[in-house]
C-alpha cells in the first residue's frame, strides 16, 4: 500500500514563498512512473481545491487560476514524488495541502475522487 507524507509546509508573511515535498512508501520510483499526480489544498470551512497537477511523464504541467504564475509543480528525479514551489504567498493561500497520485492517469485530473492515494496534509499559513 502507497503511503504519501508532505513535508515543507509553515508559517509565512505574505509575499513569501515556500516549497512543498511529498514523500511515497510502499512503491518503486519506476512504478510511480505510471502516476499523475497533484496537490490538493483545503482551507476551514471550504471544499477541497483542486491547486497543481503534473503528468506522468513529469512534461506537461497544469494549474488552477488562482496560483498560476505563483506556483511551479515538479517531480523529483529520484523518487517520482511532486514537490510544489510557491511564490507570492498570500493570506488566501492559507490552508492544508495533500498531494494525492492516480494510478494510470497520463494527465493528472481534476477530480480528487479520481486519486489513488492521498497524503495526510501539511499546513501553510500565510499571514498579511
Known amino acids: 500500500q502507497v503511503k504519501l507524507v508532505e513535508f515543507g509546509g509553515g508559517a509565512v508573511q505574505a509575499g513569501g514563498s515556500l516549497r512543498l515535498s511529498c514523500a511515497a512508501s510502499?512503491?518503486?520510483?519506476?512504478?510511480?512512473?505510471?502516476?499523475?499526480m497533484a496537490w490538493f489544498r483545503q482551507a476551514p470551512g471550504k471544499d477541497l481545491e483542486w491547486v497543481a497537477g503534473?503528468?506522468?511523464?513529469?512534461?506537461?504541467?497544469h494549474y488552477a487560476a488562482s496560483v498560476n504564475g505563483r506556483c511551479t509543480i515538479g517531480r523529483d528525479k529520484a523518487t517520482n514524488t511532486p514537490n510544489l514551489h510557491m511564490n507570492l504567498l498570500m493570506p488566501e493561500d492559507t490552508a492544508a495541502y495533500y498531494c494525492?497520485?492516480?494510478?494510470?492517469?497520463?494527465?493528472?485530473?481534476?477530480?480528487?475522487?479520481?486519486?489513488?492515494?492521498w497524503g495526510q496534509g501539511t499546513q501553510v499559513t500565510v499571514s498579511s
Open positions: 494525492a497520485d492516480a494510478y494510470l492517469y497520463v494527465t493528472p485530473p481534476m477530480d480528487g475522487g479520481d486519486y489513488t492515494d
Open positions: 510502499g512503491i518503486t520510483t519506476d512504478t510511480y512512473s505510471t502516476y499523475a
Open positions: 503534473i503528468s506522468r511523464s513529469g512534461v506537461a504541467t
